[in-house]
Every structure is written in structure tokens, then in C-alpha cells.
């Protein structure tokens, strides 16, 4: 994401109906750090629930970052919205103008994100579902610079302060976490947290 001063990060919406849509504008209207002209950087799909045609739609999303703004969100349904390829998921109930906005610009930053009460419940059914594999994967490492790096992650921390906290520059950052995921087959940075928590490996 450009991060400099005055810098405007573009999102497009996808909604389920013409409500949500507005909402979701409405909101985005407000903030002077978004904007829904020129090419997108994230795409926010709003939504009433987590369903089949949902799911289909994120995967069709070809975009750097998903934002997902459902009515109802559960473990159950964020778990299968990050395995789709979603980044960030969020409540309608929370997507006021503020709320809204740092989800996107956390997404555009690359950062994950979920509400914070289904963090371990989405962590425990992953869990649940990697003991079913027949064919798990071998023991998966972290070297000590990538586990500071997703413990920072972790900690709701955003590049630019992870960098200045473990004197590396934010590409580095960026390139650890992307690194972290593409190694182990996970989706994103929420994925990689999640798995990492789960798997002891921070």
C-alpha cells in the first residue's frame, strides 16, 4: 500500500444487495484514506451470510486483498472465508465509517484480520481439521526472525512498526511474512498466524 501523505488507497465493492452496497459506500465516504476510484487495491464484499455463493465469489475475486463484511460471522463461516482466500472479515455491526476504514487500509498493508472473540475457536477448528488429514505435512520450522515477526503479527502490530521494532525495513517484513506463507501453503497473514499459534511454533 502507498503510505505516503495524501496517498488514497481504491477499493471496489461487491454486495449481495443494493443495501449493503450503500452501507458499505456510505461508510467509505467518510474516510479521506479511501476511495472507490482507479484501479482497486482491495475489494470489500458485504454480504448477509457466510455461505456457498459468498465463498464463490471470493475465490473468483482477483485482487491483492478481500475484505469480507458479513451480517453474521462465526468461527465456522471465517474459518472457510480465510481457507477461500478472504484477508480480513468483519461484522456489519462493527463496519461503522471508522471501523471500516482500518480494516481496508490493514488489508491494502497486507494484514489479516477477524473479530477477535472467534481468534481461538478458529484456531481450534483448524486444528480439528489438520488431525483429519491423512497425508499431514512434515513439521514445519521458524527461523528466530520469522517468529518475531508473527508474534508482532500476532500482536495486532503493523509493518511499519514491526520494522522499526526489529530494525528491518518493511519490504523485509513484508517479504518474511510472504516468505512464511508461501512455504507452508497458507493464505495470508491471519492463516499464518493462526497456524503458527496452533502449531506451537510461536
Not at 476504514?101 to 484480520?113: F, P
Request: include cysteine.
Amino acid at each position: 500500500m502507498d503510505t505516503r501523505p495524501g496517498s488514497r488507497t481504491s477499493v471496489e465493492i461487491l454486495a449481495s444487495d443494493p443495501v449493503l452496497r450503500a452501507g458499505v459506500e456510505s461508510a467509505l465516504r467518510l474516510c479521506a484514506q479511501v476511495t472507490t476510484d482507479g484501479p482497486p487495491a482491495v475489494t470489500v464484499i458485504a454480504v448477509d451470510t457466510i455461505d456457498e455463493r459468498t465463498l464463490r465469489l471470493v475465490r473468483e475475486t482477483d485482487r491483492r486483498g478481500v475484505l469480507l463484511v458479513a451480517t453474521s460471522v462465526d468461527a465456522a463461516g471465517t474459518l472457510r472465508a480465510i481457507e477461500a482466500g478472504v484477508n480480513g472479515v468483519l461484522r456489519r455491526a462493527e463496519a461503522d465509517a471508522e471501523g471500516l476504514a482500518a480494516a481496508v487500509l490493514a488489508v491494502a498493508d497486507g494484514h489479516g484480520s477477524m473479530p477477535p472473540d472467534l481468534l481461538g475457536e478458529v484456531m481450534a477448528r483448524l486444528g480439528r481439521l489438520d488431525a483429519n488429514l491423512s497425508h499431514r505435512r512434515s513439521a514445519p520450522v521458524l527461523d528466530d526472525r520469522e517468529k518475531a515477526v508473527l508474534l508482532m503479527v500476532a500482536d495486532g502490530h503493523e509493518t511499519v512498526e514491526i520494522a522499526k521494532a526489529l530494525a528491518y525495513s518493511p519490504r523485509t517484513v513484508t517479504g518474511i511474512v510472504h516468505d512464511i506463507t508461501h512455504r507452508l501453503r497458507l493464505r495470508n497473514r491471519a492463516h499464518a498466524v493462526a497456524f503458527a499459534l496452533r502449531e506451537g511454533l510461536i
